[in-house]
């Protein structure tokens, strides 16, 4: 009985392999970008908490109306940069979930291939070993039938 052929899905895993890689990538991006983005929120807000102690201690030092009214200006836009930044913080994780479950799926895919594998090679050996002991009962018994003893 001839064995059979290697793992013939080689190629495939070969492919989940590196499908998985791709959407590994993907995510360590996108947890980048969002990092990135927590980082940039967390500047503004200091900037924001900065320049409205200063402007607390110019209204009790100098009052002058049009800087203080430029200041808070300032700090009105650095709010509504914050809440920009806050949806982009949300729609981030949104997409860091999407990727993670992709790179899951992924994942489940290269496995099952995996276990393919391993069936087949688990199956090759079993075969290997039938056929190792049909050689080794015909040699025993092709001895026997000649009467031939092994000298020790």
């Keep these: 009985m001839a064995l059979r052929k290697p793992f013939r899905y080689e190629t495939l895993l070969r492919i989940r392999t590196r499908q998985e890689e791709l959407q590994a990538q993907t995510l360590a991006l996108v947890r980048r970008k969002l990092q990135q983005a927590k980082q940039e929120r967390e500047n503004i807000d ?39 930044k806050d949806a982009e913080i949300q729609e981030l994780v949104q997409e860091e979930e999407r990727e993670r479950r992709t790179l899951e799926e992924a994942t489940k895919a290269k496995r099952m291939v995996e276990k393919l594998k391993e069936r ?16 080794i009962d015909e ?3 092709t001895y026997a039938a000649m009467g031939i003893r092994r000298e020790r």
Excluded: N, S
């Design 46 to 84: 200091a900037e924001r908490l900065r320049r409205l102690q200063e402007v607390g201690t110019m209204t009790q030092h100098t009052f002058d109306a049009a800087d203080v009214r430029r200041h808070y200006q300032y700090e009105r836009h650095l709010a509504a940069l914050i809440d920009e």
């Design 120 to 135: 087949a090679l688990l199956v090759q050996a079993q075969e290997r070993r039938k056929m190792d002991e049909r050689i």
């Design 139 to 141: 040699v025993a018994t």
